[in-house]
């Protein structure tokens, strides 16, 4: 993984102990992807709140999940190891994903890529 990309720690039944850019040891990378169940949106929104008080407008959404494992909280890891993943939020970042799509054997004409930021 990049140095700007999350890094996450699991234990051993694959739930998350911490996650950070900063990590040096990790088990995964977080793709910015996140599922919770209707039931548990109180707890996460909550855990949001937190999150935003302590941190106040630099508080980014990947400190959420660390506070609620923190917290006792079980936040399951799902492999996405049989997926091409590519995190794109720049024009640098566009070319080395086209990059290497390209040479995995995908078709740039059969690619959807969606960016964080317009470009």
Do not use: C
Not at 12 to 38: E, F, I, Q
Not at 71 to 94: R, S, T
Request: proline share 3%; glycine share 6%.
């Amino acid at each position: 993984l990049l140095d700007d990309e999350m890094k996450v720690v699991l234990d051993a039944d694959r739930y998350l102990l911490t996650m950070a850019k900063g990590l040096t040891a990790y088990d995964a990378g977080y793709v910015g992807l996140t599922y919770v169940p209707k039931n548990d949106l109180p707890n996460y929104r909550q855990s949001f709140q937190k999150t935003v008080e302590v941190k106040g407008e630099k508080a980014v959404v990947e400190e959420v999940l660390p506070l609620m494992a923190s917290l006792g909280e079980k936040i399951q890891a799902i492999p996405f190891d049989e997926h091409v993943w590519y995190e794109v939020d720049n024009k640098e970042d566009l070319v080395r994903a086209e990059v290497g799509l390209k040479s995995s054997g995908y078709e740039a004409s059969k690619l959807s890529i969606k960016t964080k930021h317009s470009m």
